[in-house]
């Protein structure tokens, strides 16, 4: 079992920067792909980017490619989202989802239903 707890949301204003972190423990965070969904109320969670357990790949969802990165620190346990020049558009609960399968194409990243585990999310609102 594992849990993911994310932190680093806020309030920023229009341009500005956050870091979310997804903290990985019960488990080596390198057994998982590990990506960040937004939703906003009644609508489906949305995929942002994902990372693969070494974190030699990754994707990124194009309205956001630009302007977000995701990494990871294994040896922290850790993954993060940095998110820059933000919008009022960005503005969602954000989570992290993990998954143990080791065989994941890109597709796969983009679903959330692929997830075994999922953290409790941070809110990011973007507003001046």
């Known amino acids: 079992q594992v849990q993911l707890v994310e932190s680093g949301g806020g309030l920023v204003q229009p341009g500005g920067s956050l870091r979310l972190s997804c903290a990985v423990s019960?488990?080596?965070?390198?057994?998982?792909?590990i990506s960040w969904f937004r939703q906003a109320p009644g609508k489906e969670r949305e995929f942002v980017a994902g990372?693969?357990?070494?974190?030699?790949?990754?994707y990124v969802e194009d309205s956001v490619k630009g302007r977000f990165a995701i990494s990871r620190d294994n040896a922290k346990n850790r993954v993060y989202l940095q998110m820059n020049s933000l919008n009022p558009e960005d503005t969602d609960v954000y989570y992290c989802?993990?998954?143990?399968?080791?065989?994941?194409?890109?597709?796969?990243?983009?679903?959330?239903?692929?997830?075994?585990?999922w953290g409790q999310g941070t809110q990011v609102t973007v507003s001046s």
């Open positions: 989802a993990a998954d143990s399968r080791t065989f994941y194409i890109r597709n796969m990243y983009y679903q959330a239903r692929q997830y075994e585990y």
């Open positions: 019960g488990r080596p965070s390198s057994r998982y792909v």
């Open positions: 990372i693969s357990g070494s974190g030699d790949v990754t």
